[in-house]
């Protein structure tokens, strides 16, 4: 069987949780659909943002001394299920961007390829990671499409 994606740990610097909870809550919530819980771990009150309400896969944002720096272009991929799907994402974020200077946003120009077409751009708010979201088009049945099934 196949691995799945779990979860991720991000590290925020002390107190930055802290200044940050609401607007990270309100954020990923509005643009992306993550749930948010408050969970109580390592002494601290960390913050999961969750993709679905069992909690299958979750971000675990928490704070530390040796917190996470991605001065790069580091990131995680949330692939969609359509081009338009990843306009109105980036629609949704640059409206975040309009009233709120913190989002940034790195768009790109369609990478065409050989099989597949992939249309994406880069977002970060709040966070030490930039989230990749994209849709990738393949240009023919030879290459197969495969979904995750929950049973």
């Given amino acids: 069987m196949p691995l799945r994606f779990n979860h991720m ?10 200044r940050w909870r609401n607007d990270i809550a309100a954020f990923y919530g509005e643009v992306f659909g993550f749930t948010t819980l408050d969970f109580p771990l390592f002494g ?9 309400p069992e909690a299958s896969q979750f971000l ?9 720096s991605c001065p790069g272009f580091d990131h995680l991929g949330f692939l969609l299920d359509s081009r338009e799907a990843v306009d109105e ?8 961007q309009a009233r709120d200077a913190r989002v940034e946003i790195k768009e790109y120009d369609d990478l065409v ?3 597949t077409t992939t249309r994406a751009f880069y977002v970060r708010f709040g966070l030490p990671l930039w989230f990749d ?11 197969a499409t495969r979904r995750w099934v929950f049973r």
Wanted: charged letters at 20%.
């Fill in 133 to 143: 979201v994209q849709h990738i088009a393949c240009k023919s049945d030879t290459h």
């Fill in 60 to 68: 675990l944002i928490v704070e530390h001394e040796r917190s996470l």
């Fill in 44 to 52: 601290q009150n960390c913050l999961v943002l969750q993709t679905y």
């Fill in 9 to 18: 740990e991000l590290s925020l610097p002390p107190g930055e949780l802290t």
């Fill in 113 to 115: 390829l050989e099989q």
């Fill in 89 to 96: 994402k980036l629609a949704a974020c640059r409206a975040w």
